[in-house]
């Protein structure tokens, strides 16, 4: 094999990489996820990511072999992927076009997850993310609740944390202290919508300490109006202009230090800044609506 491997890189050295890559994971074949998911990224000499939210299944590996288990956000989509399974995804990090030899990389390595999550079923989802998942159908969901001992008439509130699984809260227990969105309580029917709204009120939350001040647990039925600017304001568009007024206000704040002026000179060097006054009602009301759109526009 290893003259044949030799001819053939003689003659056509893209071809003989195809060819080495193949062999590379048919070697691996039945050694399970991480060595494939290694191997990828060893041989595109990127990190290589595979995910399966059926079988909570999330690896990212970088070329030198060190592997990570922690929730992956969706790929960049300029980054080659392929599906596996029906359900799982793996990726190279690096833009596209990749050329022949990363192509193979990502089709073999594709090709050996398939076989090894077809010889594996996939085990049944959590019973909150079945409950809460809006490609299932509703009598699927409540017959599911029936064997929980949950009736239809059962009122659940989802919890969408900041990292990990969504969870079912019975009215008036306790969240807990992660920062985490917290959908209206629902019969079980309707607990897809509850977790939505968890998911928005999510994008309201913050640290809580150090740079990033506020609220850890946001409850969407307290957000009222403001919740369904979750839906039109992505992380990384451009601010608006009292967002931007906003972060004037911020950068010349640390440069100048305007907590030691009296209270009536911050005031209304703030109020310079920001365009607007802050005294008046409609002032006020502007100033907490542009603070919570600034919010939106932060990353994760």
Do not use: N
């Not at 029906?86 to 076009?97: K, R, Y």
């Amino acid at each position: 094999m290893r003259e044949l491997l030799g001819r053939i890189s003689a003659l056509d050295p893209q071809a003989g990489d195809a060819v080495k890559v193949i062999t590379y994971f048919d070697r691996l074949h039945g050694t399970g996820l991480e060595p494939l998911v290694r191997g990828a990224a060893a041989l595109s000499g990127h990190p290589a990511a595979l995910t399966d939210p059926a079988r909570a299944l999330s690896l990212r590996a970088l070329p030198d072999g060190r592997l990570t288990r922690t929730p992956l956000p969706p790929p960049d989509p300029a980054w080659p992927t392929a599906t596996a399974a029906g359900t799982a995804l793996l990726w190279l990090e690096t833009p596209a076009p990749t050329g022949p030899v990363l192509d193979m990389v990502l089709e073999r390595a594709a090709v050996a997850v398939c076989d090894h999550l077809e010889r594996s079923p996939a085990p049944a989802p959590p019973l909150a993310a079945l409950l809460t998942d809006p490609g299932r159908g509703e009598d699927e969901r409540l017959a599911a609740a029936h064997r929980a001992g949950l009736g239809p008439t059962a009122r659940r509130a989802a919890l969408a944390p900041h990292r990990g699984p969504v969870r079912l809260l019975a009215p008036g227990e306790d969240p807990g202290t992660d920062r985490a969105g917290l959908g209206p309580a629902m019969p079980i029917a309707d607990l897809p919508a509850s977790l939505a709204d968890a998911r928005r009120a999510l994008r309201f939350t913050a640290r809580g300490e150090g740079a990033d001040p506020g609220p850890r647990l946001v409850r969407a039925e307290h957000l009222g109006a403001l919740l369904p600017l979750a839906d039109t304001v992505a992380p990384g568009d451009a601010p608006p202009r009292d967002v931007a007024a906003l972060d004037r206000v911020a950068r010349t704040s640390t440069a100048l230090g305007l907590h030691h002026s009296t209270a009536q000179q911050g005031l209304e060097r703030v109020e310079r800044l920001l365009g607007w006054s802050v005294r008046t009602v409609p002032g006020r009301l502007r100033l907490q609506v542009a603070l919570h759109v600034r919010r939106l526009h932060l990353p994760d």
